[in-house]
C-alpha cells in the first residue's frame, strides 16, 4: 500500500534520509526503531508530504506523490560541484579526470531514452494530489496536536465535514462511536485543556480514525506521556492494529513494538539497517549495530 | 473664578447626536479595520514576497504619516487629485479603517506567528486546506492570544476619532468648540467631554475583558 523508494532528506548540510526504502502491505502494521536522530520521524513524516523529500519517491496505492527530479539526486549534485571545481582550476592528477568520467555516466544514467520513459510512466500512472494523501493516511502526533479552541466533539467532526463534506449528523454519530471505543464519550463537550496527556491522546487518536484513513502513522504517539497514561494510549493502538488496518508506529516502547508489529524495520543514521519480523530482529539482529541499540535499551 | 456648568447643559441634546456621531464612526470604523486587517496579516505571513512587500510599505505609511495629516489628504487632497468626493463621515472612516488595519495586522501576525507548528500540522494530516486551515483553526488561536492588544487598538481609535472635529464633523469635540465660541466659556464644555469619553473607555474595557473572559473559556473548560 505504501512504498518508499531510495529516499534522501537533507536539511540544509545534514543529510537525515540517505537512501531509504521500505515496503508496507495494506493491513500490516511496522514498527520504525532506532536510536535518536536516526531519521525515523522525518521518514514517517515524509509519507503524507509534512516533509517534502530531497530526493526519492513515495508510491502510494500504486500511484507517486512525489515529483520525480533526478536533478536532486545527492550523486549528482556532488559530482557537478566536483565537475565545476575542476574546470575551474584545472586537474593535474589522474583522479579528476576520473570524477569527470562519472559525472558522464551520471547523465548517462538519468537523461536520454530510459530517462524520457520514466517521465511518460509516471505521467501516465498520474500522480496523487497532496490532500488526497492525507485524506488516505491519518497521523498521531507526539504532542497531540488537538485544536484548544474547540470542544473533543469539534475536534473530531471538523475535517470529516470540512473536508470530506459528511453531513454533520453522521460526523457527531461517527464520532461519538469512536469515542466510545477509545472510553472517552463522557468528554465529548469537554475542551483538550482539561484533559490528561493520555486522554487527549486517545481524542487525538479518535479523532485521526475519524476520516476513515487506509493507513495510520503513530509519531512516539507516547513519548509526551507521564508513565502512568501510557499503558491506556497503547491498550488502544494495540486494539486498532487488530482491525486490520494499515499502521506504521515509530516508537520507543520496544515490548510494545515486538507484540503489535508484523515488522520492526531498524534506522540508523539515515539507513535501514533490518527489516524482519519482530521475533527474527529482537531474538537474533543480524546487524552489529542493531545489537548494541538492543542492550541499550532492554 | 466662577464655575457655571449651566451653560453645557442646554446644548444636552447636541452632545446625544454629537455622542452618535462618535459611536458611528468607531464602530463603523472598527468593523473594516477588522476586516481589513486579517487579509494584511495573512499577506504578512505568505511566502509571496510581493504580498509581503505590499503588507509592509501598506503598513509603514500609515505609520509613517501622522493620522491629522492622513484625514486632510482624505477629506481635502484625494477629492482634487482624483475627483472622488467624500462626504467628511466617509472620509473620517475610511482613515480611521485602514490605519487601524495596519496597527492590528501587525500584532496579529504576531500573534499567527505564535501559534505552535503543530496546529498546522495537524490540520494539514487531516487534509484540511489553505483558507480552511486558516478560517477555522489559525485565526482563532490567533485572535484570542491579541484580544488585549486589540482591545488596547479599539481604545487608540475611539479617542483618534475626535480628529474628524477638523474636517467639519459635528462629534463630542466639536460641540465642546461650538458652546465654548457661543458662550466664552472652555473648561466646563471639555469637561463634560472628558467625562463622556473616559467613560466610554472605560466601557469599552470593561466589554473587552468581559470579552476575554468568554473566549478563554476553553481553558478551563
Redesign the interface.
Known amino acids: 500500500m505504501i512504498e518508499v523508494k531510495n529516499l534522501f532528506k537533507r536539511f540544509g548540510a545534514l543529510e537525515v534520509l540517505k537512501g531509504v526504502s521500505l515496503s508496507v502491505e495494506a493491513g500490516e502494521v511496522v514498527s520504525i526503531i532506532g536510536p535518536s536522530g536516526s531519521g525515523k520521524s522525518t521518514l514517517l513524516r515524509s509519507i503524507?508530504l509534512?516533509e517534502k523529500p530531497t530526493y526519492g519517491e513515495i508510491w502510494v496505492d500504486e500511484r507517486l506523490i512525489t515529483p520525480p527530479d533526478p536533478y536532486l539526486h545527492p550523486e549528482v549534485i556532488r559530482a557537478s560541484h566536483t565537475y565545476n571545481r575542476i574546470r575551474g582550476r584545472f586537474p593535474d592528477d589522474g583522479s579528476a579526470i576520473r570524477e569527470i568520467r562519472e559525472k558522464d555516466l551520471l547523465h548517462e544514467r538519468f537523461e536520454g531514452a530510459a530517462y524520457r520513459e520514466k517521465i511518460k510512466a509516471i505521467t501516465e500512472s498520474s500522480f496523487l494530489d497532496t490532500?488526497?494523501v492525507?485524506?488516505k493516511i491519518?497521523?498521531v502526533?507526539q504532542?497531540f496536536?488537538?485544536?484548544?479552541?474547540?470542544?473533543v466533539l469539534d475536534n473530531m467532526i471538523?475535517?470529516p465535514t470540512?473536508?470530506k463534506k459528511l453531513p454533520k449528523e453522521q460526523a457527531v454519530e461517527k464520532a461519538r462511536a469512536l469515542l466510545q471505543n477509545v472510553g472517552m464519550l463522557d468528554k465529548i463537550d469537554?475542551?483538550?485543556?482539561?484533559l490528561s496527556g493520555g486522554q487527549k491522546q486517545r481524542v487525538a487518536i479518535a479523532?485521526?480514525l475519524c476520516?476513515d484513513p487506509e493507513a495510520v502513522l503513530f509519531d512516539e504517539p507516547t513519548s509526551a506521556l507521564d508513565p502512568e497514561m501510557v499503558k491506556e494510549v497503547l491498550d488502544v493502538i494495540k486494539r486498532l492494529a487488530t482491525t486490520g488496518i494499515t499502521m506504521i508506529l515509530v516508537t520507543h516502547e520496544m515490548g510494545f513494538a515486538r507484540e503489535v508489529s508484523d515488522r520492526i524495520c531498524f534506522l540508523d543514521q539515515g539507513i535501514v539497517i533490518e527489516d524482519a519480523p519482530p521475533d527474527v530482529f529482537f531474538s537474533t539482529p543480524k546487524s552489529e549495530r542493531a545489537r548494541t541499540f538492543l542492550e541499550k535499551v532492554l | 473664578m466662577q464655575l457655571n456648568f449651566s451653560v453645557v447643559w442646554g446644548y444636552l441634546p447636541m452632545f446625544g447626536d454629537a455622542l452618535l456621531v462618535t459611536l458611528k464612526v468607531t464602530v463603523c470604523s472598527l468593523f473594516f479595520a477588522l476586516l481589513l486587517s486579517i487579509p494584511l496579516s495573512l499577506c504578512k505571513i505568505s511566502n509571496v514576497r510581493p504580498l509581503q512587500w505590499f503588507a509592509n510599505f501598506y503598513t509603514s505609511i500609515f505609520r509613517g504619516v501622522p493620522i491629522l495629516v492622513q484625514v486632510f489628504m482624505m477629506y481635502f487632497g484625494i477629492p482634487i487629485a482624483t475627483g472622488i468626493k467624500m462626504n467628511a463621515f466617509t472620509a473620517g472612516t475610511v482613515v480611521f479603517s485602514m490605519n487601524s488595519a495596519a496597527y492590528i495586522s501587525e500584532s496579529m501576525r504576531g500573534g499567527i506567528r505564535a501559534i505552535d507548528r503543530g496546529q498546522y500540522e495537524a490540520a494539514m494530516a487531516l487534509g484540511v486546506r489553505y483558507p480552511g486551515m486558516m478560517k477555522d483553526i489559525i485565526l482563532p488561536q490567533a485572535i484570542k492570544s491579541v484580544l488585549p492588544s486589540l482591545v488596547n487598538e479599539f481604545i487608540g481609535l475611539l479617542k483618534n476619532t475626535t480628529l474628524i472635529a477638523s474636517i467639519g464633523l459635528v462629534d463630542i469635540l466639536r460641540v465642546g468648540q461650538l458652546i465654548q465660541a457661543a458662550t466664552y466659556r472652555a473648561f466646563e464644555p471639555f469637561f463634560v467631554i472628558s467625562v463622556f469619553y473616559y467613560i466610554l473607555v472605560m466601557a469599552l474595557s470593561r466589554l473587552g475583558k468581559a470579552l476575554e473572559r468568554w473566549v478563554n473559556k476553553s481553558d478551563r473548560g
Do not use: D, K, Q, S
Not at chain 1, 496536536?145 to 470542544?151: D, E, G, R
Not at chain 1, 469537554?190 to 482539561?194: I, K, L, S
Open positions: 503524507n509534512l490532500n488526497e492525507r485524506e491519518g497521523m502526533f504532542h496536536n488537538l485544536f484548544p479552541h474547540m470542544t471538523y475535517a470540512h473536508v469537554a475542551y483538550p485543556g482539561t479523532r485521526t476520516m
